[in-house]
């Protein structure tokens, strides 16, 4: 990767004035946008506000229909399928379905992490005998359940699960991770475990969180800045204390 002036150097993720259609739906509509490294940012709205699709324009999976997206210092449009492949195992994303294997074991599904630096064979090999035992095992005490290495993965909590697909994005080492409505299908109590546990790891190893969020107390409480959108704009991007009742009223369109 090449050097970047020093004033970008730290810049994560950028958007460029980028729009991404659906057939004639703009899901995403003129947005610019910078995410600085260490930072945790809630992208907040409305269901159809666009944050699934801006999750997936900053992760490489949807490209967009007029813009440039730059993640770490990289141009997407511009790159090699190789180049976009090395730029996307940088990028850890997790999911609101967790896209687990439910059959297998807890610790297969964490060394999925490492699918994007292993040989295939070397990925057929560990189903039969689990390669990097140590690697899952220090992942799966990160987020506190490092009992449940063996245990069948449909056999856990949908808590345990989400857990179980966070350490599989610890083993993949990326420096941003990007979470798509992770607390969507759990309980309020499950949701504020899972939003502690993404906040505490970003402040203990520095790397930068952007998660999408329903929950606009979830995300004053554990992201630093708070990005809300409507039908695939920018309504507001603003430090999470300065985001006030006003600015919710005004993001849902609540009339008093």
């Known amino acids: 990767m090449p050097d970047l002036p020093l004033e970008t150097s730290n810049i994560i993720f950028e958007l460029r004035n980028v729009t991404h259609q659906f057939g004639s739906l703009a899901a995403v509509r003129d947005v610019t946008l910078q995410i600085r490294a260490g930072e945790r940012v809630a992208l907040v709205g409305p269901s159809g506000a666009g944050k699934s699709t801006l999750i997936s324009l900053l992760n490489g999976t949807l490209s967009p229909s007029q813009g440039e997206v730059w993640v770490l210092g990289q141009h997407l449009a511009r790159l090699s399928p190789r180049g976009l492949r090395h730029v996307q195992r940088q990028i850890g994303t997790i999911y609101q379905q967790f896209h687990l294997v439910n059959n297998l074991r807890v610790i297969h599904n964490v060394n999925a992490g490492h699918l994007g630096r292993w040989t295939f064979l070397k990925g057929v090999i560990s189903l039969a005998w689990p390669l990097d035992v140590d690697t899952a095992a220090k992942a799966l005490a990160q987020v506190g359940i490092p009992e449940k290495i063996y245990e069948r993965t449909d056999r856990l909590s949908g808590g345990q699960q989400q857990r179980v697909a966070i350490a599989r994005v610890l083993v993949q080492q990326p420096q941003a991770i ?76 609540i009339t008093a």
């Open 178 to 253: 990007l979470a798509d409505e992770p607390v969507s299908s759990l309980d309020p109590e499950r949701s504020r475990e899972i939003m502690s546990l993404l906040r505490d790891l970003s402040q203990t190893t520095g790397k930068t969180l952007v998660v999408s969020l329903h929950d606009i107390d979830l995300a004053r409480s554990h992201c630093d800045r708070i990005v809300g959108l409507r039908e695939g704009q920018v309504v507001f991007d603003r430090p999470a204390d300065e985001v006030n009742e006003t600015f919710i009223r005004a993001l849902y369109k």
